[in-house]
């Protein structure tokens, strides 16, 4: 099993219906996609994620229905800093999807997938917590993990691991 | 960095309604679970979980570590899961190496993963049962848990925080006569589980408190995130041993139990009737066990055996280098869904070509799981969300991180 390179080249990737989807949906809705360890990631500009998650749950042959994961990634000193990460599954196809979102570090907010998956808010409010990144029309945005009057962001890069902040 | 937090404080919406607290000492609760109850006279308003106090950081403690240090560390999530995090955490970052496991261990990993869910499932089933006011079970369950925590301690060393799996394969070959104590229990467990229906099935007080109680539609199980038994018990037909097969399941007959009830009976079912699976399974485990190693041959990723260490140069150099440098992998990322007793535990890893991962996330199916609460009680009784907590099996360790 030895590694393959990671395609990164768009054109190449145009032929999978995931990302022709996307395409479809919206012309500026994907940012660049990779195929990297047999896991299809594709980065979705910010503005349209929803409606691309939209155009992934609703279409007929992917259906991806299923909201797997949200996390987030910090790129610290580089920008734009956060990378926001979905994973989608397909529980007809049983397929998973990875989704990505590139915010900057000052301005890092994003819409929140809530009216799309009602199960979005836990994993939402815990990127908010430990990152600091906003889920614009988030019911509940508020610490989930760390102490309500906590100050800063535990898994921020820039954040130490120990000793005193 | 001073946020706008919305208040955390649940206010009463009417009048007649008041303000329950619920936890997080509550026996009842399987860990530290707060519950912030509305209710109006028995019925529940609103119900709003609070979590959190067992958040211990392991997200940010695993980017300093190296990459084999993180496996114990993986334990401590679900304990009451241990293997499954550490195989779900040591097939992700094989899966960024590049590395083929041996058939032998990944024979081993399905048979002990298979006992992982029986004693999590004993657990489950034990407290669950008592939580109903069905003391005995919790007695008997114990009784076998008890006997899978000795093949674990035989095997690694370690009753419940194991790490025997490692990246690249296993810690070392089970010990002589380990199998054979593994035969005895999978031949006898089947009449337990036997032992605790007779008990519990058609027990018309156990029943009444479980039937049609926390209903859950499939619709909303999939919207609000469940996985695992809660969703199966709703009606979708998703595991990933089956589904995406990992770590050889693909070599295994098996079936996945369903209903489409959505109760806290039908997950009750459905979770008994995986006992019975899980003892198929780890018994095919044990009959088609092939020979050979256990360790993947890669000498810059997998320590050398003891012996080799001790007469070749080369062997020492490499334990040397890992130890104290730790091994890099390449530059990527990869999610590593395993299907675990509570359901889909995914490890998110991220490589950024150092010995020290970037980042790992773990997406834990009793935080995913909890979300379900609130749909399942919302305009029932009190006394139901106890049933509720019970059925969904949270830990809170998983949960919180």
């Keep these: 099993m030895a590694l393959q390179p990671a395609i990164t080249d768009i054109e190449q990737l145009k032929a999978r219906p995931e990302v022709a989807a996307l395409m479809e949906a919206g012309p500026n809705a994907v940012a660049g996609a990779k195929f990297d360890r047999n896991e299809l990631t594709i980065w979705v500009d910010r503005t349209a994620l929803r409606n691309a998650c939209n155009a992934l749950k609703n279409h007929p042959q992917l259906q991806y229905n299923a909201l797997a994961d949200v996390t987030c990634v910090d790129w610290y000193p580089r920008e734009p800093r956060f990378e926001v990460v979905y994973q989608l599954f397909s529980t007809a196809n049983k397929k998973y999807l990875r989704l990505k979102v590139r915010l900057s570090g000052d301005d890092a907010s994003v819409d929140s997938l809530t009216p799309i998956w009602p199960g979005a808010n836990f994993f939402e409010r815990e990127v908010f917590d430990l990152f600091g990144v906003r889920f614009d029309e988030h019911p509940d945005l508020r610490r989930i993990m760390m102490p309500d009057d906590w100050e800063g962001h535990p898994l921020r890069k820039d954040y130490p691991v120990e000793g005193y902040r | 960095m001073a946020h706008m937090t919305p208040t955390p404080v649940l206010d009463p919406s009417q009048d007649k309604t008041m303000i329950l607290n619920m936890g997080p ?8 679970l707060r519950l912030l109850l509305e209710v109006d006279g028995e019925t529940i308003v609103r119900i709003m979980p609070d979590i959190g106090y067992l958040h211990t950081g392991i997200e940010k403690t695993c980017e300093a570590k190296f990459y084999q240090q993180v496996v114990p560390m993986t334990d401590r999530i679900d304990y009451l899961c241990p293997m499954t995090n550490n195989l779900a955490y040591c097939l992700a970052v094989e899966k960024l190496l590049g590395l083929e496991i041996p058939p032998r261990a990944q024979w081993v990993r399905v048979l002990l993963n298979e006992l992982t869910r029986i004693n999590s499932h004993l657990v489950w089933l034990g407290t669950h049962a008592m939580d109903i006011g069905a003391m005995t079970v919790f007695l008997y369950c114990f009784r076998e848990r008890e006997d899978v925590l000795r093949l674990f301690e035989a095997v690694s060393g370690q009753r419940m925080m194991t790490s025997y799996f490692r990246i690249g394969g296993l810690a070392l070959e089970p010990p002589l006569g380990w199998f054979d104590r593994v035969k005895k229990f999978l031949l006898r467990f089947p009449g337990n589980i036997d032992e605790y229906e007779s008990l519990l099935t058609n027990n018309p007080i156990f029943v009444n408190r479980l039937k049609d109680v926390a209903y859950i539609s499939a619709d909303d199980a999939v919207a609000l995130c469940a996985t695992g038994p809660t969703l199966r018990a709703s009606g979708v037909d998703v595991d990933l041993r089956r589904d995406l097969p990992y770590t050889g399941y693909e070599n295994f007959k098996f079936n996945v139990p369903t209903s489409t009830a959505g109760d806290v009976y039908a997950r009750y079912l459905v979770r008994v009737a995986e006992l019975r699976e899980s003892q198929k399974i780890a018994t095919q485990a044990l009959e088609g066990l092939p020979e050979g190693p256990v360790k993947a041959d890669a000498p810059k990723v997998v320590l050398p055996d ?26 990527g990322e990869v999610y590593m869904p395993i299907e675990s007793p509570r359901g889909e535990m995914g490890y998110y890893v991220v490589s950024d070509g150092t010995a020290k991962p970037y980042r790992v996330h773990m997406r834990s199916p009793s935080f995913a799981n909890l ?13 139901d969300v106890v049933a509720a ?6 830990v809170l360790g998983d949960c919180d991180r």
Excluded at chain 2, 25 to 32: A, D, F, K, L, Y
Excluded at chain 2, 307 to 331: N, R, S
């Design chain 2, 25 to 32: 000492q509550h026996p009842s609760t399987h860990g530290v």
């Design chain 2, 389 to 394: 907590i019970g059925s969904i099996d949270i």
């Design chain 2, 371 to 383: 979300q379900s609460l609130r749909k399942m009680c919302e305009g029932r009784l009190i006394a």
């Design chain 2, 306 to 331: 003891r012996e080799k260490m001790k007469t070749q140069m080369e062997a020492l150099i490499y334990h040397f280098k890992i130890v104290t440098e730790g091994f890099t992998v390449p530059e």
